[in-house]
């Protein structure tokens, strides 16, 4: 070995604890300057982000347990089988459990193809153009209106204009108007979380874009479509003012049978109660609130199932 | 032209007609809003050969391959001039429906994109909804066969194709394709997002798949287009430069932009 090599040896190995020693000093230096700061940064936003939910639960919690204290002792059977009445004790919902249901069954049967077939027709078939962003943008806008509006519309249009006076049908198709925006909006997501590989697939193969639609965008979507027509479900549920401003009964001893029939709804009966004087009417108000969360309850859990059963793996 | 036509056309052919010119674009242009991407290009595919188009990124080689199928369709702002006729038809006549020609065109993407849903379903969809009529079980072992996936997937036929590897998806997709039993496959650099193993048996198919058909693959790989294909055309900035037999292309280039492109000097 001679000794040009030694010096390179030696070179090399000063090099070494050079770097040791930088990167020992920016350790320690780390630990000195910034580290304990940023680490107690950490801390305090988990403990923030843990308030916030803890917050939210409380406030729910003490808002479930105050309706169910009150209510519970008015919940039994002849509560869901008897009619509204003066007389506390022989008061019930029937009417509104019925007034409810069909409401509901008539506004998704008008506001999902509606909503789904427009969804479609914007995402898929649409071509790029302003009038397309310009309906997109205002369809984001209707969902943003207060549903009061939309009963005005509703009692103008539907009631008057076409006649259908203060029936289950106006008030269905005026709640269809709340929750179309929504539909569209959530079927429109959905739609265009699908990739462009499959529809290019498709239609390199001689789709049409109705086989395209059929066959691969719908069955791959309907599971998130199920999650926004859950939603807006729900909401339609617990809608009230539009009903009041269409025309909907504070008071029906009595079980519509038509589409063209008076009705009440379980919320708007809720309402009812809990605008009377005396006490033990608000305890039938919270023995309402109860059914009507349990009913919300079944729906939504049977729906979520539906969906997981639809979902599938894409890409 | 109705598929009749097509069927007429396909008789015609297997009375040894082999040198006939199967797609042929003539001074093609393409308008992309204002950026003209394709310019005044012509090219002429005989069959049952292998055709690459090589050339730097963004030349025009994807806008012209979609051209043939009319997938270009899709984009806005696409303008198209000119003329491809496929066995003497102009694709581009008015009374002309796409969905015939991309039939009879079929197309293999750069990503694999087998559609979510069983590998039966994946190959007998596209027979199914364009009118055919046969034996669904025959058509996907001989489908499946003819790209050498029938031993690997026989006993899953019903699983999702999505549960495939990458190049086995690739496979899938190409079996898809020639389940529909076209003249031509469109291959947009087909093994760019594969390994070398799926990349070698794609290759490999690509040559059994010649006997019968015609196929046009883009590919960035210059070693591919070597490899797999019988004639070849370099494309720069939107034009045909050279098109030629391959082995000249590479080996003995008349213009001087195709030299410095294979030799890796450009692009």
């Known amino acids: 070995m001679n000794t040009s090599n030694l010096v390179l040896i030696r070179k090399n190995q000063t090099d070494i604890s050079d770097v040791v020693r930088a990167a020992y000093d920016e350790l320690t230096i780390g630990k000195k300057n910034n580290l304990k700061r940023r680490k107690l940064f950490n801390t305090l936003f988990r403990c923030l982000c843990a308030l916030a939910v803890v917050l939210a639960v409380s406030v729910l919690v003490v808002l479930l347990s105050s309706v169910f204290i009150d209510g519970w002792q008015w919940l039994d059977w002849q509560f869901l089988t008897d009619f509204p009445s003066r007389h506390v004790e022989k008061s019930g919902i029937k009417s509104g459990i019925f007034g409810s249901v069909m409401i509901i069954v008539i506004t998704m049967i008008t506001a999902i193809p509606i909503g789904v077939g427009s969804a479609i027709y914007i995402q898929e078939l649409m071509r790029e153009s302003w009038l397309k962003s310009f309906v997109k943008t205002n369809i984001s806008n209707l969902s943003g209106i207060p549903s009061i509006i939309y009963g005005i519309l509703g009692l103008a249009v539907f009631v008057r204009i076409l006649g259908f006076d203060r029936s289950i049908l106006a008030g269905a198709l005026a709640l269809s108007l709340v929750i179309l925006p929504i539909i569209i909006i959530a079927t429109s997501e959905a739609l265009a979380a699908i990739p462009n590989s499959i529809r290019n697939a498709a239609l390199a193969l001689g789709a049409t874009k109705w086989q395209m639609v059929r066959d691969h965008i719908l069955p791959n979507a309907w599971a998130e479509i199920l999650t926004g027509v859950i939603l807006a479900t729900s909401r339609a549920f617990g809608e009230t003012a539009p009903l009041l401003i269409v025309g909907a009964l504070s008071y029906a001893a009595f079980v519509p049978e038509g589409i063209f029939d008076y009705f009440t709804t379980l919320p708007i009966q809720i309402f009812n109660w809990t605008g009377r004087p005396q006490a033990e009417f608000h305890q039938l108000a919270a023995a309402g609130i109860i059914v009507l969360m349990a009913i919300l309850l079944v729906t939504n859990s049977l729906a979520i199932f539906l969906r997981n059963q639809f979902k599938r793996k894409i890409i | ?267």
């Open chain 2, 1 to 267: 032209m109705l598929i009749s036509d097509v069927e007429q056309l396909n008789e015609k052919m297997s009375y040894g007609l082999t040198n006939h010119s199967v797609l042929q674009a003539d001074q093609v242009s393409v308008h992309y809003g204002d950026n003209q991407v394709l310019k005044d290009v012509s090219i002429s595919l005989r069959e049952r050969s292998v055709y690459a188009l090589i050339g730097p990124s963004g030349c025009g080689k994807s806008t012209l391959l979609r051209c043939f199928n009319r997938m270009n369709d899709f984009v806005e702002t696409f303008r198209f001039d000119g003329k491809i006729s496929f066995f003497g038809h102009n694709i581009y006549d008015p009374d002309i429906d796409p969905e015939v020609i991309r039939k009879s065109i079929g197309m293999v993407f750069q990503k694999p994109n087998p559609f979510p849903a069983s590998i039966y379903k994946n190959i007998m969809w596209a027979p199914k909804i364009n009118g055919m009529d046969q034996d669904w079980d025959e058509l996907v072992e001989t489908s499946l066969k003819q790209v050498g996936l029938w031993d690997e997937v026989s006993d899953r036929l019903n699983r999702s194709g999505l549960e495939l590897s990458g190049g086995q998806q690739q496979r899938l997709c190409i079996a898809r394709t020639i389940a529909m039993n076209p003249k031509v496959i469109l291959m947009d650099e087909p093994c760019a997002s594969l390994d070398p193993i799926s990349t070698a048996k794609i290759e490999e198919l690509i040559e059994q798949l010649k006997e019968k058909y015609t196929i046009l693959i883009v590919t960035h790989s210059m070693q591919q287009a070597r490899r797999t294909s019988d004639f070849s055309a370099f494309m720069y900035q939107g034009e045909i430069i050279e098109h030629g037999i391959t082995k000249d292309i590479f080996e003995s280039p008349r213009e001087r932009l195709t030299q410095e492109y294979v030799n890796g000097k450009i692009g």
